[in-house]
């Protein structure tokens, strides 16, 4: 099926650095979600955006619905341990079926 | 509570068994969604119910039969599957389904093996 590009689809980083990836893609969206997931676990939300431009954080994460509504960006502040996972975004589409369109994925591994 | 609850958490079958895969949700929405998800990969979406009606049915093969008997359950049954049918199935609910469809909340998954 479709998918959104994300990049980077890996990184290692130190414990305490910032953390910057993103999601682009040919067409335009309406909403875009930022999902955390663990091993075996189901997908965590962690930021919904809606509006061209929007930058919305919640605690040391910041998401950015890009202008031109092809693209978002997930910014982690001073990453711990506990933000190792894979990080995806998911963009709806504003026509056709309506359905999330989920990215690749971005591994992101911290070394303490 | 955004909370989505799945169950079982593993599951084990073979290939003549029948199971099914079971999920509710109580915060009054009115979509739900059936994804299956392989290693390293991201969720694919198999079905949407809105309103308890299916929506959308990702030419997924009827040894997968989803059910929606109210509006905080959402099951998937389970028939002659096959190995590959083995991944990690996610359920998930939104408030509503379509233009104004926002967030979307996922449950922790069953682990499927089949043998």
């Known amino acids: 099926g479709q998918q959104l590009n994300q990049s980077p689809q890996s990184m290692f980083i130190q414990e305490g650095e910032d953390v910057s990836m993103n999601c682009t893609s040919s067409s335009i969206f309406n909403t875009w979600l930022w999902y955390k997931q663990d091993p075996g676990e189901g997908p965590v939300l962690l930021i919904a955006l809606y509006k061209a431009g929007e930058l919305t954080s919640n605690g040391r994460l910041t998401a950015q619905f890009g202008i031109t509504r092809k693209d978002s960006f997930l910014n982690i502040s001073a990453s711990i341990p506990s933000d190792v996972g894979i990080y995806f975004c998911?963009?709806?589409?504003?026509?056709?079926?309506?359905?999330?369109?989920f990215g690749t994925g971005t591994r992101l591994k911290v070394l303490a | 509570d955004t909370e989505v609850t799945q169950t079982p958490k593993h599951l084990v079958m073979g290939m003549t068994n029948k199971k099914s895969l079971k999920c509710e949700q109580h915060?009054?929405?009115?979509?739900m969604y059936w994804y299956k998800q392989k290693a390293k990969k991201p969720p694919e979406l198999m079905f949407v119910y809105s309103y308890e009606k299916l929506s959308i049915n990702e030419s997924v093969p009827s040894r997968f039969s989803p059910e929606c008997p109210n509006s905080s359950l959402l099951n998937l049954h389970l028939h002659a599957l096959q190995p590959e049918d083995s991944a990690l199935y996610l359920c998930a609910s939104s408030q509503d389904f379509g233009r104004r469809a926002n967030e979307q909340f996922f449950g922790p998954g069953t682990r499927l093996t089949v043998l």
């Open positions: 915060m009054g929405h009115r979509a």
């Open positions: 998911a963009g709806l589409a504003t026509s056709g079926t309506y359905k999330y369109i």
